[in-house]
Each structure stands twice: as structure tokens, then as C-alpha cells.
């Protein structure tokens, strides 16, 4: 009984927390999974018994990496992909007792509000925060048993730093690729890319894609390159198989939307921006209401929500986005939400993801996955790491990137809309998937494995 006491508090504690971020204006969009980096967080807090937690201790994969110190190096320091990816690396590596060092390459010149807390967080968390510049770093890099640089960018920090003891530092190197923009491939960033240890990319897609073109425009041959496909954090799958949590969120927000219960609920969520395909899906959704319109369709009233805008700033592309709903009179069924803490309840209150990066897509897509979690269809573009995450007709519908499809993510959209069992029986196999593919666990042993081999080449060319 107090087992379930305990348990039935700390779900209502979880979905307390989740629901004040609903209401907190958040500064910029985060991944839930990140609200506790957690694989096994009874390292943390050893709640049940000495010989339990060092039981579960062994039996973390990343375990051998207690007492090693890890650099880690990124270009930036924000709530963005990449580095909340890197931050999540630190948390995991810190609960097995490994030392771990952060550092940041470009950090604002002004105080940043967002740079201040994340740092803290790290602090929080064991994990030492020093500068990109001086000795310090120096001296570290040639310390570490493991560096990690974060993105292609980051390798602007290796000359401009370490200078000469570059040579020394890249045999131990792991390099973590997330980008799928052409402008990368750039001398001047990945010039030293080949003599690293091994390269880490997120997808089969994108790390095919760095392989062609790295020889192609630069005639430079990739290191070794392991692919790791991302998981959902254990906090993340707490909520998306708790009901009456699940229950509490959806009725929250879809209520804060001006959303009835009965009323279908289509969600894009990212960080507005072109290249995720917001213009594209909002023309789809007008598209799918027009012909639902000129077929007579019976249909449920269908909304859409985009999660990720900037109020603040007020792009250009945002501006587009709101003139657009406008001009179609969609003000009723379009719904903007600002960058937000936390995603978990507005994806328990969807009823469909649509997953719309552009051109090559997704490096993976992290936000594809948790929907999956909660059960929920993806309709996504056929393109990047979606192609690996959603099965097309089983889990989802993929359609073309760019305008070409507009009309056919229309058309998935209204089968959706009419197909209630389809919906479910996607989400289901969403579901099935996630639990067999793209779990936090399933994430630590691909890291763990990919650690382990770096370790040996930095040890064996040390040997030399």
C-alpha cells in the first residue's frame, strides 16, 4: 500500500509540474525527454537499498565509463537539438561516475537568460562548465579519455583552440553529426574529420548523405561512422503510458484551444521555421477542408496547432504563417502556441503528429517518436531519418517533401479524419514500435557500444 501511495504521489506530482509548463511562457521549445536525462535515475537517489542501486548500477551499459573524463564540446548552448542531445550525454555519463566537462564555443555576447539556466542545470548535475578559451581547455582536452564534439560546427573550436595539439586530441575523438544542410561541408569546419575516431550520426539517411557528399565536394574520406537512433527518456513513457495523466493534459490544453472533446486536433511541433514545413502543412490543412467541403464529407470539426512559434521575434516567416490563416479565415481552427518548457502535453492532446521538414528532412526526429509513445499516427515527410522511424501505411503516411505535397498530405490528412480505426490501429503499431526500437535503454547500449570502440582506438593509437 505505501508502494502505491508513493507511486500514485509522484504521478500527480509529474502531471502538476507538466501542467504549469502548459501555462509558463516558455523562452524556446524543449524536448520532453529532457525533463529528466534519466537512464535509471536510482544511481541518483538510492531509494532502494545499497545492493539494489549498485546492482542496477552494473547493469547500466554505460557503466564502464566510471572514473573516465569526457569533454564535451559544442558550438552552442541552447534548447535546440543538438545540444540538448550533448546535455543528455553529460546527465547519462555523470550517473555512472564518469568526470564530465562542458564546453560551450559561441556563447552570446550579452547575458543570456536561457544560457544561464542550462549551464546551472549541468552545475546541478556534476558537471563542470568551463571556458572554450585558455589553457583550461587546453589542458583538459589533452587530459580527457574521450572528446565529443557536438555538430559540424564545432569544429571551428579545434584550431582556434587547440592549435598544435590538435594532432594529439583527434585519435580520441567522437564526432556527433546531426546536420543535413549543405553549407557543412565547409574546409574549414570538418577539415580534420577524417583522422577522428569515429563519427556518430543519428540516421542511416544522414549518414549516407555526409559519406557522399564529404567525398564528393571535399574529397575527404569519413572515419568510421556509427549510426544511433535515438530513445524516448523513461520519464517521457511514464506519461505517455499513464491514462489519467494522458487524460488530465489532453482535457487541459485542448480546453486552453478552445478544442472540444469530440473535435480532431492536428499538431506540427518544432521550432517555426521553413525548413519544418509549417507553410506547407497549414496550405495542406486548407486544402483538406476544401475537399472535405466539396465532397460533403462527414468528418469531426478538425483544427490545427502549431507549437514552436516565437511571438517575441515575429519573423518574416511567421508573419506569413498568420497572414496566411487570415486570408483563409482559419482563425477559428488554427492555433498558435509559443515556444514552450515542455511538449508532453500537447502531444497528449493531439490526435495526429504531422512530422513536415523539408528538403532531405528530419536528421531523426526526435519529437516523431514520442508521439509514437502516445500512441499517436505520424504523417511525415518521405524524407531523413522519418523514413527510418515511420512505417508508411503501419504507423503513418509519408508524403513528398516540398509543395508537390501539399495536395497528397491533404489527402492523408482527410483519411485520417475519416478513418477513426485507422487512426488507432496506427497509433497501436507506433506504439509497438517505439517499445521495441526507441527506448532510453535501447539509446544508452548504441551508445555504449559506439564509447566503448572510440576508447580502444584512442587507447591503442596512445600504445603507438
Not at 509529474?14 to 504549469?20: I, S
Not at 537568460?113 to 556534476?126: A, F, I, P, Q, T
Request: aromatic content about 6%.
Amino acid at each position: 500500500m505505501a508502494k502505491a501511495s508513493t507511486m500514485q504521489k509522484k504521478r500527480w506530482a509529474l502531471m502538476v509540474l507538466l501542467l504549469l509548463s502548459i501555462s509558463t511562457v516558455g523562452v524556446i521549445l524543449l524536448r520532453s525527454s529532457f525533463g529528466s536525462c534519466s537512464f535509471g535515475g536510482q544511481f541518483v537517489e538510492k531509494k532502494n537499498g545499497g545492493d539494489s542501486s549498485a546492482l542496477k548500477f552494473q547493469s547500466n551499459p554505460l557503466a564502464f565509463m566510471k572514473s573516465k573524463l569526457v569533454l564535451l564540446v559544442s558550438h552552442e548552448l541552447s534548447l535546440s537539438g543538438g545540444p540538448l542531445l550533448l546535455m543528455e550525454l553529460a546527465f547519462l555519463l555523470r550517473e555512472v561516475g564518469a568526470e564530465v566537462v562542458w564546453i560551450t564555443n559561441q556563447k552570446p555576447l550579452e547575458e543570456d537568460e536561457v544560457v544561464y539556466s542550462l549551464e546551472h542545470k549541468m552545475l546541478d548535475r556534476g558537471v563542470q562548465v568551463i571556458s572554450a578559451k585558455g589553457q583550461k581547455a587546453v589542458d583538459t582536452s589533452l587530459k580527457a579519455d574521450l572528446i565529443v564534439l557536438n555538430t559540424a560546427v564545432a569544429g571551428k573550436w579545434l584550431d582556434a583552440v587547440l592549435k598544435e595539439n590538435v594532432v594529439k586530441v583527434r585519435p580520441k575523438i567522437l564526432w556527433w553529426i546531426h546536420e543535413m544542410r549543405g553549407h557543412y561541408f565547409n574546409p574549414d569546419l570538418v577539415k580534420h574529420l577524417p583522422f577522428v575516431a569515429g563519427a556518430m550520426i543519428d540516421s542511416h539517411a544522414t549518414a549516407e548523405y555526409w559519406k557522399n557528399r564529404t567525398q564528393a565536394r571535399l574529397g575527404i574520406k569519413m572515419p568510421k561512422t556509427y549510426v544511433v537512433h535515438l530513445g524516448n527518456s523513461n520519464d517521457l513513457m511514464e506519461v505517455a503510458e499513464d491514462s489519467v495523466a494522458k487524460r488530465v493534459l489532453r482535457e487541459h490544453v485542448r480546453e486552453s484551444l478552445g478544442v472540444r472533446k469530440e473535435d480532431l486536433l492536428f499538431g506540427i511541433i518544432n521550432s517555426v521555421s521553413r525548413g519544418k514545413g509549417q507553410d506547407l502543412f497549414l496550405r495542406a490543412f486548407h486544402e483538406s477542408r476544401e475537399i472535405i467541403k466539396e465532397k460533403k464529407l462527414q468528418v469531426p470539426t478538425m483544427h490545427a496547432v502549431v507549437v514552436g512559434s516565437d511571438m517575441s521575434r515575429q519573423t518574416k516567416f511567421e508573419t506569413e504563417l498568420r497572414n496566411f490563416v487570415q486570408e483563409k479565415k482559419l482563425e477559428n481552427y488554427v492555433h498558435f502556441v509559443n515556444k514552450t518548457l515542455t511538449v508532453a502535453p500537447y502531444i497528449a492532446a493531439i490526435d495526429v503528429l504531422v512530422q513536415n521538414s523539408q528538403a532531405r528532412g528530419e536528421c531523426f526526429g526526435r519529437i516523431t517518436i514520442e508521439a509514437m509513445a502516445f500512441k499517436l499516427p505520424v504523417l511525415g515527410t518521405a524524407a531523413g531519418g522519418t523514413m527510418e522511424i515511420v512505417v508508411n501505411g503501419a504507423t503513418g503516411l509519408l508524403h513528398s517533401a516540398g509543395k508537390e505535397g501539399v495536395i497528397p498530405l491533404a489527402k492523408n490528412i482527410v483519411k485520417l479524419a475519416m478513418q477513426v480505426e485507422l487512426r488507432l490501429t496506427m497509433g497501436n503499431n507506433g506504439y509497438e514500435r517505439v517499445k521495441e526500437m526507441f527506448l532510453e535503454h535501447h539509446m544508452s547500449h548504441r551508445i555504449a557500444s559506439v564509447l566503448k570502440e572510440v576508447l580502444q582506438h584512442a587507447k591503442a593509437r596512445a600504445l603507438r
